[in-house]
C-alpha cells in the first residue's frame, strides 16, 4: 500500500520539489544566516498543517509527525547552509547572490527532507507508520556547527528520539548507488595557528638574530613525525600546514612566522592524543630554538561515528532503495569533516553518502562549477521515507 501511495506521490512531487531546489540555490545564505531559506522551509512546512518550531540555532527549523500511538521516534535531519564562494555556472538558477554559492549540495538535501515530509505526511494519513518523525533542518553546517548549537539548545530533550539519520549526495559515485559506512565515516577536524616569536636581524649576520624561519620549518617538519612516529599506521591521521607567513624583504630576518593549518582524525581518542603531543612539540621547538612559540588549538567537529544498530537499517532500507548490488559498505572513510557529528553523540546516528553522479567537469563539492542532481531527489525521498516505514513499523 505504501509502496503504491509512494510511486503515485513522486513524480509530480519530485518535478515540485526540484524547483524548489532550484529557488534555493539562486538565493544562497551562510551559516546562521539561512533567513529567506528557513523561513521558505517554515512555510512550506505549514502548509503541509505541521507545526514549525523555529528560531533553533538561531535560523533552525524542526517539524514533527507523529502517526499511531507508539513512544517510538527517529530524526531526519538536513542542512541549509551555503559557502562563500563565487559561482561559475550560467544556468537560469545560479547564484543570484555575489559571492555566495550552494557548493555542497545543501540545496538538495534541504529540498528532499521536505519532499519526504510532504510524503510522510501523506503515509500518516494512511495509518502507514506509527510513531514520530522528527525533522531537523540545521543551519551552519559550514564550519560554524549548527549542529553544535542545536545540540546545545536542546534538540534531544525537546524532540526526543531514539535514532538520528543523515545523508549528503556524494559527486563521483553513480547515481542510483549509496555508500553506508558503519563506524568511523567522516574525519574529526582540528585547526591550528602558531605564532613564533623570536628577533628579527640582518640576513647577513644571523647569529645576532633568532631566526623564527628556521624555528618554523623545524616545526613544519616535527609535526609529521606525530603521524609517522607517534600513532598507530592503521589509525588515519592527517596533519597539513597550510600557511606560512614571515618577513617582507629579502635581507631581513623577521621577527615572528604564522603558521596555521589543519588536523584531521577519525577518532576522539586519537584526535586528543594529537593536541598533546602537538603542544609537546612546540614546547621542544622552544627549547631548541630559543623562540617563543603561543599555539591557538581550536578543536573542531568530532569524527563521524555511525553506530552499530542505524548503521544495519541504513543499509536495510539502502538496498530496499537502490537494489543489493549498488548498496557500499565496505568504502573507505572521507578525511572531511560533518558536524552531524555532534547530533550522533547524542543519539545513535547513521550518516550516508548518496551517489551525485558526474556534473560539469565532474567537479567535486566545493567548486565553482558543482551543482546538485536532481535526478536523486525520488532516491532520497524513498530512503528518508523507507527510513521511518522500517524503524516506526506498524505492529
Known amino acids: ?44 512546512l505549514e502548509n503541509l498543517g505541521l507545526t514549525v518550531h523555529r528560531g533553533i540555532a538561531k535560523t533552525g527549523v524542526v517539524a514533527s509527525i507523529k502517526a499511531g500511538s507508539s513512544s517510538r521516534a527517529i530524526g531526519l535531519r538536513a542542512d541549509m547552509d551555503a559557502l562563500p564562494l563565487a559561482e561559475l555556472n550560467t544556468f537560469a538558477h545560479h547564484s543570484k547572490n555575489p559571492g555566495l554559492m550552494h557548493a555542497c549540495g545543501h540545496d538538495g538535501h534541504t529540498s528532499m527532507l521536505l519532499g519526504a515530509a510532504e510524503a510522510l505526511v501523506a503515509m500518516q494519513k494512511a495509518n502507514a507508520f506509527d510513531g514520530t518523525v522528527h525533522l531537523i533542518f540545521q543551519p551552519a553546517e559550514e ?25 549528503h549526495n556524494w559527486p563521483g559515485m553513480p547515481v542510483g548507488q549509496i555508500g553506508v559506512i558503519e563506524g568511523a565515516a ?8 602558531i605564532e613564533i616569536t623570536g628577533r628579527g636581524g640582518h640576513a647577513a649576520m644571523p647569529h645576532q638574530a633568532v631566526d623564527v624561519v628556521v624555528a618554523g620549518s623545524a616545526l613544519v617538519s616535527s609535526l ?34 604564522i603558521l596555521g593549518g589543519t588536523v584531521r582524525t577519525m577518532d576522539p581518542a586519537v584526535q586528543q592524543a594529537i593536541e598533546t603531543g602537538f603542544r609537546r612539540l612546540c614546547t621542544g621547538i622552544e627549547a631548541t630554538y630559543g623562540v617563543s612559540i603561543n599555539v591557538d588549538y581550536h578543536r573542531g567537529y568530532p569524527p563521524t561515528i555511525n553506530a552499530p544498530a542505524p548503521s544495519e537499517i541504513a543499509r536495510i532500507v539502502a538496498r530496499r532503495v537502490v537494489g543489493d548490488n549498488n548498496v557500499h559498505t565496505n568504502l573507505k572513510p572521507s578525511m572531511g569533516a560533518e558536524d552531524f557529528a555532534y547530533l550522533a553523540q547524542a543519539a545513535p ?20 562549477y558543482y551543482d546538485f542532481n536532481d ?16 524503524v516506526l513499523a506498524v505492529e
Request: hydrophobic share 40%.
Open 224 to 257: 609529521q613525525s606525530l603521524v609517522s612516529r607517534s600513532r598507530d599506521p592503521l589509525d588515519p591521521v592527517v596533519i597539513s600546514v597550510t600557511r606560512f607567513h614571515a618577513g617582507t624583504a629579502d635581507n631581513v630576518l623577521p621577527e615572528v612566522a
Open 375 to 390: 535526478e536523486i531527489i525520488p532516491l532520497g525521498i524513498r530512503y528518508w521515507t523507507g527510513l521511518v516505514q522500517h
Open 186 to 193: 567522516m574525519a574529526g577536524t582540528d585547526r591550528f595557528e
Open 1 to 44: 500500500m505504501t509502496h503504491d501511495l509512494l510511486n503515485a506521490l513522486l513524480p509530480e512531487l519530485s518535478t515540485r520539489i526540484s524547483a524548489f531546489r532550484r529557488d534555493i540555490h539562486a538565493h544562497p545564505e551562510l551559516s546562521f544566516n539561512e533567513i529567506r531559506t528557513a523561513k521558505k522551509v517554515s512555510d512550506y
Open 349 to 368: 546516528g547513521c550518516y550516508i553518502w548518496l551517489g551525485n553522479g558526474g556534473s560539469e567537469g565532474n567537479c567535486m563539492l566545493h567548486n565553482a
Open 143 to 167: 564550519g560554524d556547527g549548527g549542529g553544535r548549537v542545536m545540540v546545545e539548545e536542546g534538540l534531544f530533550e525537546r524532540f526526543p528520539m531514539q535514532m538520528v539519520f543523515g545523508l
